[in-house]
């Protein structure tokens, strides 16, 4: 499989690289979750923190780090 743990590493930061690339070439938005908090990603690189009400209404928040 893979020699090392780097070796692993460095195969996700490239497919993470180009999962990146494709979405803001098509303008898209990307999503995860950093730092127990739910992130989307615009195509511009702007960051807004997603959060649910008790109702399930979703809001955004521009997100700081």
Known sequence: M??????LQE???KANQHARKQAKE????????KNNKRVREDAEGN??????????KRREFEYHE
Not at 2 to 7: G, V
């Open 2 to 7: 893979f020699e090392n743990r780097e070796q």
């Open 11 to 13: 195969i996700l930061k």
């Open 26 to 33: 098509s303008g898209a938005s990307i999503y995860y979750i």
């Open 47 to 56: 960051k807004f923190e997603i959060i649910f009400d008790a109702t399930g």
